[in-house]
Nanobody
Framework: QVQLVESGGGLVQAGGSLRLSCAAS????????MGWYRQAPGKQRELVAS???????NYADSVKGRFTISRDNAKNTVYLQMNSLEPEDTAVYYC??????????????WGQGTQVTVSS
């Protein structure tokens, strides 16, 4: 089993910044992809950003140039630096990881979610 602990959410004014962290622990051989999703009220969960073990990144168009995803493989931790936040960024943010748990066996895990609220 793998546990994900998220931190860093909160309330911020438009134009402000927040940094989210997600630390994975447990039965981990290695972590392939790590990412952040978000879900606003009444909307579907959407990908915000992802990063492979090698450092290749992918961003939603709506956050390009404002958000930066990074990871520390030694700590099994992924970060999301969010700058120039907008009210439209308000959502619950979920950490997502794809973990190698055995030879040729992968498992996907989700964090519990952390609320990000951006006031106008």
């Amino acid at each position: 089993q793998v546990q994900l602990v998220e931190s860093g959410g909160g309330l911020v004014q438009a134009g402000g910044s927040l940094r989210l962290s997600c630390a994975a622990s447990g039965n981990i051989v290695s972590i392939d992809r790590m990412g952040w999703y978000r879900q606003a009220p009444g909307k579907q969960r959407e990908l915000v950003a992802s990063i492979t073990r090698g450092g290749s990144t992918n961003y939603a168009d709506s956050v390009k140039g404002r958000f930066t995803i990074s990871r520390d493989n030694a700590k099994n931790t992924v970060y999301l630096q969010m700058n120039s936040l907008e009210p439209e960024d308000t959502a619950v943010y979920y950490c997502n990881v794809l973990v190698l748990v055995g030879v040729g066996r992968f498992a996907e895990y989700w964090g519990q979610g952390t609320q990000v609220t951006v006031s106008s």
